[in-house]
DNA sequence: GCTACCATAACGATGCGTTAAGGTCC
DNA sequence: CGGACCTTAACGCATCGTTATGGTAG
């Protein structure tokens, strides 16, 4: 087995993410591991991992696995060679989306850290 | 009806919750309002409110909703006189108990925020 | 053939959103 | 009596966790 080629359980623990859940992703086509084994193990690559890297923060800011699956699209589309003008003006478009409601997020995210916070102080002085 | 007591969506648009979940939270028994009108609509008081205030932030810290019922339970037993003292003390352990899993989910909070601020950075040039 | 790891399949839990069909309030 | 607000009931769904049962890797 090539170096770069790992099993779900390496992917998992080099991710940080719970092999069910790489299973999971597989399932619903957001991140399918680049090979098989001929018994049948799922073999992840580098790319794969940097894939799941990508989308690991997204689940915190309240996406969809259905949106993990446009962004990674959408990029996909903006960085591959072959895409004709039309399907790379309307990826940017969506980026630009995706930009926006990702920075509305990460300010509520903040206003949960805050409140989370202050919970934290309220249980130390009941 | 008194001005202290309100129904579910005035309770619903204060606290910063849905009406849906308020009706949810009922059901497991979280937070059950103080009253009924005679038609059988629910009634909210200020202290049911502050209860609802107070378990908010613990949905962003991955608690469950039996968990917010433990903290309720732990805070009225150390808040009630007619507590005997082995409640109290039991009360005051998982109260502290709490408390360290409070302040480890921050930190992990924190870490989300941290990753998902790096993304949005990340999506700015790609 | 031992052991750790992996496979699929399927049921379960959590926390609400979302109708649907109909009362209540003023 | 109209319109906004409320009721219960029930189904739906996303995201995995959790067995159960058995194959694969080395």
Redesign the interface.
Known sequence: MPRELMQIGEAAERVGLSVRTLRHYEEVGLVVPSARSDGGFRLYTESDLARLALV???K??GFTLDEMCDLLAV?DT??SADSDDAAVAEAAAR?AT??RV??D??RG??D??A??????RS??R?
């Open positions: 690991k923060p997204m915190p800011l990029l903006l960085e980026l995706f930009r990702v920075a997020r990460v995210l903040r949960q850290l409140a989370a916070e202050d919970f934290a249980l130390e009941p």
